[in-house]
């Protein structure tokens, strides 16, 4: 069911796309539905070009931060565990999937793609885990412990979305390839880690280095 429903939502931006389980490097211990490169037997012709570009289904890549953010919080349980999570702009669900499997007390995904939030919870039923839904961060529940988040900083205008986190939660882990320099001092640089989007995007070599942080206690 799952598959024709995210291959459905694929084809509205690019008509040979579809989906494949597959286990990114950066975090091989979830299996995620993400784009089949193996459908593209050639370039993408103008057309299908300017629609990804126009309506990119972010959801169906697993970006190297929400690898790396994944993994640092399965290997660090102790962050989520018993907490009520909620994964700011949450793509895939990969993040809030790791946070259930790290025996968060509540998982949340939120995200404003009606067709990423389908894919967070076929992601979360494929890896036997259950989590929540929430489609804006206006909605977002109270009572909310920790609030995750990974590269949703690329766009200046989201720049004081450092400061919202902070004040939403009592804890903030941030993972983010694109600001070297995050200009709050909230926020506490955790590690440095490698990782690529998965399927591979060929990005600058900048972009696969990823910062943590951490915000609170």
Known sequence: MWTQRLNHHLRQTLARGRVAVSHPAGCPRIALYLFDPGVLEGPLSHEE???V???PAYWSFCWASGQVLAQWILDNPHWVAGKRVLDFGSGSGVVAVASALAGA???IACDTDPA???AARANAELNGVEIGLCDDWDNRPAGLDVVTAADVLYDPENRPLLGVFRESAGRVLLADSRMKVLGDDGYRKQTTIEAR????????EEFN????YLAGE
């Open 116 to 118: 990423a939030l389908d």
């Open 209 to 212: 280095r990823v910062r943590i």
């Open 105 to 107: 007390r509540q998982a």
């Open 197 to 204: 989007t998965w399927p591979d995007l060929h990005e600058f």
């Open 49 to 51: 070009a300017q629609a």
């Open 53 to 55: 570009v126009a309506e």
